[in-house]
């Protein structure tokens, strides 16, 4: 069964606006196992970890260490891996370390192609390597984030890993994220996000961010008009094309 991004528009419509826990349980009960978080350990990802765990949800949590992340992201996956009992973490690594790598093709991130590969080997090709494992991938990206994420709708294709991208935080404000924390405690937020970083990636291509500038300044300051590393395809653009996926799915694209 082949599904492009107009085929989600009935689905698209019906979650517009939903609570991310009433989408999370309609990806868990019509995808089970074929089903997973993707999380590099940011705030809305916790947060929406957070949810799924206290809705009592069974979500794998795909999280990429690119081998070049901070101490503080590793602990935070750490420590939502202990405490959310719901939820398991698998993490992926790339081939090569970033030592190898360096010494096989150079300091990469150092120019805006050399950053393009560098990010599609540490982050797409681990997630690129487990192609065929999920059928669908709930990121916590929001329109409040801008940028090319201004346009995402709850439901959307990844054509490069033949899977659907589910975002129920795509309608989430900054506000809202933030009273979130401030109402559960519990949730485990990154101790980076306290020291000035908006969002967080790799340590050498991540800085804290000043008050009055973009969210997203701190990523790859030392590269002209890098905003994404392209794990996530709305970053990317319109995707032309469809996904594959299997016919006992058929009834949950039915307008």
């Not at 994220?177 to 101790?191: C, G, S």
Request: hydrophobic content about 40%.
């Amino acid at each position: 069964m082949r599904i492009t991004e107009r085929d989600l528009e009935p689905l698209n419509r019906r979650f517009q606006g939903a609570p991310p826990v009433e989408l999370l349980r309609f990806v868990r009960e019509s995808f089970g196992s074929r089903a997973a978080i993707l999380s590099s350990m940011q705030r809305a990802g916790t947060a929406l970890c957070h949810v799924a765990d206290r809705a009592g949800l069974s979500f794998d949590v795909v999280f990429v260490d690119t081998g070049v992340m901070h101490a503080e992201t590793l602990a935070t996956r750490d420590e939502l891996a202990r405490t959310h009992k719901n939820l398991r973490v698998v993490t992926l690594s790339p081939e090569r370390t970033f030592a190898q790598q360096t010494r096989d093709e150079g300091l990469l991130y150092l120019s805006k192609e050399g950053q393009e590969r560098c990010c599609d080997l540490r982050k797409s090709a681990p997630l690129g390597a487990v192609r065929g494992r999920y059928d669908a991938l709930v990121a916590a990206l929001r329109r409040g984030e801008g940028g090319a994420r201004a346009r995402i709708a709850p439901f959307g294709v990844d054509l490069a890993n033949n899977t659907l991208r589910i975002h129920p935080f795509a309608s989430l404000s900054n506000e809202e994220l933030d009273a979130y924390f401030a109402a559960h405690p519990d949730a485990i937020e990154n101790p980076l996000h306290a020291m000035g970083f908006r969002t967080i990636g790799c340590f050498p291509c991540t800085t804290p961010v000043l008050p009055d500038e973009p969210e997203r300044a701190g990523r790859w300051r030392h590269l002209a008009s890098v905003e994404y590393c392209g794990i996530n395809p709305v970053d990317r653009g319109a995707a032309e094309g469809g996904i594959e996926l299997d016919d006992r799915y058929e009834r949950l694209f039915a307008a």
